[in-house]
């Protein structure tokens, strides 16, 4: 990390100090708020993105919020928090690309607010609840810089009727591996068949290692997820995500998927049109072509069905239906 931008108020912060050991050569740049560097206007994100800087920050305000309504993993209470910004990873599909100006990395380091809010969204909601911590981030990618499993894990196994989902890509489980498991966190792997990971996931590791990491935390006696979403309408769609399906189980035991989701790609039209602006020659933009409907830009309806129709008919022969979720929104 070259550039290290921090608000002044989480200067003393620990969490702050024990970023800024770990990259002893970085330029340090103080700010009041972090906004003055992460929301200015005129950013070349597709640039940024070859270079990110990271932001220290506190976060203001609601730590914790409830997620889209069909948002959920099988709890009826779902709640998402945002210990990050931003993503290590460069996916061509990834909504972040239109939702923000900047592609620097924030990191929040008052996560004794994020604990207040869970156990806040615990004591109103009850114990069916479930947290979502890979919303606008990958939970797992910075480890290494951030700590946040590492704090969080224990956190949620002294709150054993409360689910915590830590979604990602990354290959880096080290703290998964080094702990015992926890029955209330679900590890859950986005998966998109290799032709298609290996052109749009941009940074990722390939589908093998992360089918890779599923395999051996399942095998530890961790509880994974697997999020089929974005359905992409690749050539040979069917072929491809059939075949991917029928790799995950013949090297994961099924009783050892807490749950999958799967969904259709979809973006509010403001930021679909910013993300082709960014990319206009990438391929995933042109396979077919998106309408807006319901306020969203998504595939016409025939396509969507088709879509969610052929993955979920492979899973059911795998999994029961009341481990599959459809997301639409």
Request: net charge negative; glycine share 4%.
């Amino acid at each position: 990390m070259d550039t290290i931008y921090l608000e002044r108020a989480v200067r003393r912060h620990p969490r702050t100090l024990d970023v800024l050991r770990r990259f002893p050569s970085a330029t340090v740049v103080e700010c009041e708020r972090y906004g003055e560097v992460f929301n200015i206007r005129a950013q070349n994100f597709r640039l940024q993105k070859q270079r990110p800087a990271l932001i220290l920050a506190e976060k203001p305000g609601k730590t914790v919020l409830p997620t889209p309504p069909d948002y959920s993993i099988g709890r009826s209470s779902n709640h998402y928090f945002s210990h990050m910004l931003n993503c290590l990873y460069d996916c061509r599909y990834c909504f972040l690309q239109g939702m923000y100006q900047s592609a620097h990395y924030v990191l929040f380091v008052n996560w004794e607010a994020f604990e207040a809010g869970i156990d806040e969204e615990r004591t109103r909601s009850g114990s069916d609840s479930c947290f979502f911590s890979g919303y606008d981030c990958d939970s797992l990618a910075m480890e290494a810089v951030t700590g946040f499993a590492r704090s969080f894990i224990p956190f949620f196994s002294e709150r054993p009727d409360t689910w915590l989902e830590l979604r990602t890509k990354s290959l880096n489980t080290r703290v998964l591996e080094a702990a015992d498991p926890v029955p209330n966190i679900v590890t859950a792997y986005t998966l998109s068949p290799d032709p298609i990971a290996r052109e749009i996931e941009h940074g990722a590791p390939i589908l093998e290692k992360r089918l890779n990491r599923v395999q051996s935390l399942t095998e530890q006696g961790w509880m994974a997820g697997l999020r089929l979403d974005p359905l992409i309408p690749w050539p040979g769609f069917s072929t491809v995500y059939s075949g991917m399906i029928e790799e995950v189980f013949a090297r994961v035991n099924p009783e050892r998927i807490h749950s999958v989701t799967l969904g259709p790609m979809r973006f509010p039209k403001a930021m679909h049109d910013r993300i082709v602006k960014l990319y206009p020659e990438d391929r995933l933009f042109a396979l077919r072509e998106m309408t807006l409907r319901e306020g969203q830009m998504t595939y016409p309806p025939e396509i969507e069905e088709d879509l969610v129709e052929t993955v979920y008919e492979a899973l059911r022969r795998h999994l029961p239906d009341s481990r599959i979720f459809r997301q639409t929104g």
